[in-house]
Nanobody, 129 residues
Framework: QVQVAETGGGLVQPGGSLRLSCAASGRTFSSYTVAWFRQAPGKEREFVAAVRASGGNVQYHYANAVKGRFTLARDNAKTTVFLQMNSLRPEDTAVYYC????????????????????WGQGTQVTVSS
């Protein structure tokens, strides 16, 4: 059974950085989409970023709210996806979730959580002075 697990959350001051990790276990995929979503208290879950991969074709996508501040990367074994978060703001405070779909989603389907089959438990990110 495929599982994903997030690590790396914590408390950071405004302007600081954190790196989240999403590790997949169970099997490897030749084509997949891994996304990060977040949910702040009292708000709906929102898309943050995603990587789509099929063979050697890899594309990264970011929500406007994080573009230029957050960056995705993969490890060479393609089992872990990292979300580097820089210039963090209080409004970035949320529980961050990793989600996996074992196919390369079309772009229009990236933003909706129901298109992903596997979810992690989430990791808390708090940006506060």
């Amino acid at each position: 059974q495929v599982q994903v697990a997030e690590t790396g959350g914590g408390l950071v001051q405004p302007g600081g950085s954190l790196r989240l990790s999403c590790a997949a276990s169970g099997r490897t995929f030749s084509s997949y989409t891994v996304a990060w979503f977040r949910q702040a208290p009292g708000k709906e879950r929102e898309f943050v970023a995603a990587v789509r991969a099929s063979g050697g074709n890899v594309q990264y996508h970011y929500a406007n709210a994080v573009k230029g501040r957050f960056t995705l990367a993969r490890d060479n074994a393609k089992t872990t996806v990292f979300l580097q978060m820089n210039s963090l703001r209080p409004e970035d405070t949320a529980v961050y979730y990793c989600a996996l779909e074992d196919s390369r989603l079309i772009v229009s389907r990236l933003w909706a959580g129901e298109n992903y089959d596997v979810w992690g438990q989430g990791t808390q990110v708090t940006v506060s002075s």
